[in-house]
């Protein structure tokens, strides 16, 4: 009875618990919705998506960097070398494969608004990172395959380091004679200190042997049916040898740092150095006729008589490699001729390069919408160029003579390359031809500012410089006897500036305009010029003047033209 009892009471309980769990559907109903207070600091258009479109550069570099790299810069007279910095130092492009593999940001800014300047830049990260990655390419144009790998490790709670490699190997599938064997190796160690500091070591060591191809005419390309015919190239005892080949060697060590001087200031400092030697052989002849395949006393067009024409053109449609490339098996023969005298050899174009520069820049955001970046440039550079001998061809020498006299009526007399030692015997590894160095020292400061609105943005940048360039001669050159040639030039000195301005408007996300203009004039390239005249004050003339101008000798003025 008592249990009962105890049951029915615990029924009742249970009832009144149950009834009393649902009158409040509210509660029952947990996802029920609950108004939101409206929060004004995010709205519909959003500002974020109009200044990620701001952030580019001008729609003329935007829309050239990667296909049209080449023409941009060949095309206009401009060296194509200086398309990549670290931090704002210029340096070759062909450092920027193996750059990327250390792990150091990659930002574009370019065109006008640059003035000239490079437009990819290598930043310092902004964290520590740890990643190894390893890529394999392959190509039919230039190389038939490649790889490319980094790792990046933390060595302590401050320092971090990475291991770049970039390398790549085989010959071009398409043109003959075009190959390459190529490898970069790089390292980066970064340190980071209270207050934000950021000191990172940068080193890449570039070694590269790549044959090349010649411009060619429409003639040629006709006659061939080949339009990536190379006449660099022929056959010695059976395989393929290319005379034009460029071997490069250019260590390059960057040091940057950064630190804020306050919260609305930061500060960067940059240095750099390159040392190396770039050597490009040609095929080179002394008192001979030339062995160029498609030189233009063997073409079809240049043969006023039609039998002959019609011979030189079958010759060249039938494909005979005897006639339509260099055949390095005769040269040798035609040396053996002789009696030790090369008539025919292979030449090195060399210059050895030292560049060393330096760099400080500041960023100041004083708040709202604008921003200031100011900063001051120097740097120092030499380069020497000679000519090397790398391969007489089976013959024992040379003399040191200038070649392109031989059959001039007016200078035929003046053929010493050197006065100081007339008649100089050339063998393989001497230097012959010409000899000089080259420097160049420049200043420049700059200040740009920039605005930045919701669609909207703006700027100016203005850039002051001084650059000087001096030549040394180490040949007395009996064309340019006494100081013409030999010994120290006088200095040249220029003073380039730069102004910029650009404005853009952002219609949605992926429409928007952007306008950029600027004045920017510059020194004559040092690297097109093979003399500085150091005894010349005023005008020359005459055939002298001539002779000199044919030389690309550097003066003040417009740049001077390629050789």
Not at 119 to 127: A, G, H, T, V, W
């Amino acid at each position: 009875m008592p249990g009962k009892l105890l049951f029915c009471f615990g029924l009742l309980v249970f009832v009144l618990k149950t009834a009393s769990a649902q009158e409040h559907a509210a509660e029952y109903y947990p996802f029920e919705p609950v108004a939101e207070t409206f929060d004004p600091r995010v709205a519909t258009d959003s500002t974020l998506f109009y200044r990620a479109v701001q952030s580019g550069g001008d729609l003329f570099g935007n829309s050239v960097r990667y296909r049209f790299a080449f023409t941009r810069y060949a095309r206009r007279g401009r060296s194509d070398a200086w398309h990549t910095a670290i931090g704002t130092l210029p340096v070759a492009g062909d450092y920027a494969p193996v750059l990327r593999t250390l792990g150091l940001e990659e930002t574009f800014s370019g065109g006008l608004w640059r003035d000239g300047q490079p437009e990819s830049f290598f930043l310092l990260p902004d964290e520590p990172y740890r990643t190894a990655r390893a890529s394999v390419r392959f190509s039919d144009r230039g190389y038939t395959a490649g790889v490319r790998g980094g790792v990046a490790r933390l060595l302590s709670r401050k320092w971090e380091f990475a291991l770049g490699l970039d390398a790549r190997t085989g010959r071009d599938l398409h043109a003959e004679g075009v190959f390459s064997q190529a490898a970069q190796a790089g390292i980066r160690l970064t340190g980071r200190f209270p207050d934000e500091q950021q000191l990172t070591f940068v080193a890449v060591v570039p070694l590269s042997m790549r044959g090349l191809r010649a411009a060619i005419t429409r003639e040629a390309a006709g006659l061939t049916g080949d339009p990536l015919y190379n006449p660099l190239w022929g056959y010695q005892d059976g395989k393929v040898r290319n005379s034009r080949v460029r071997r490069e060697v250019r260590p390059l060590v960057a040091i940057l740092y950064r630190r804020p001087l306050g919260a609305s200031t930061e500060l960067s400092l940059g240095a750099t150095a390159e040392a190396g030697v770039r050597r490009t052989s040609g095929l080179g002849w002394y008192d001979a006729r030339s062995r160029m395949p498609d030189n233009y006393r063997y073409m079809p067009g240049y043969a006023a008589d039609p039998d002959r024409h019609a011979e030189l053109e079958a010759v060249w449609r039938s494909g005979d490699w005897h006639y339509t490339q260099i055949d390095w098996d005769e040269l040798y023969r035609e040396n053996a001729l002789q009696g030790g005298h090369s008539a025919y050899f292979v030449a090195d174009r060399a210059e050895r390069l030292l560049r060393m520069q330096f760099s400080a820049e500041g960023r100041t955001d004083p708040g709202g919408r604008f921003v200031v970046r100011y900063g001051v440039e120097a740097g120092y550079e030499r380069m020497r160029r000679y000519r090397e001998m790398r391969d007489l061809l089976g013959g024992e020498y040379i003399i040191d003579r200038d070649q392109y006299l031989l059959d001039d009526d007016a200078y035929g007399t003046l053929l010493q390359n050197d006065l100081r030692r007339p008649d100089r015997v050339i063998r393989e590894g001497g230097r012959f031809g010409y000899d000089y160095a080259a420097a160049t020292s420049r200043l420049r400061v700059w200040a740009e500012g920039e605005y930045r609105a919701d669609r909207f943005s703006a700027g100016v940048r203005v850039a002051l410089g001084s650059e000087a360039v001096r030549r040394r001669g180490y040949y007395e050159k009996e064309l340019f006897p006494g100081n013409g040639s030999f010994g120290r030039s006088r200095r040249i000195g220029f003073a380039p500036y730069a102004i910029a301005a650009r404005a853009g408007w952002a219609f949605t996300p992926r429409c928007y305009r952007k306008r950029s203009c600027g004045q920017r004039p510059r020194r004559p390239l040092s690297t097109c010029c093979s003399s500085i005249r150091s005894t010349t004050t005023g005008r020359q003339t005459g055939p002298r003047r001539r002779k000199a101008m044919g030389r690309n000798s550097i003066s003040r003025g417009r740049d001077a033209p390629s050789s």
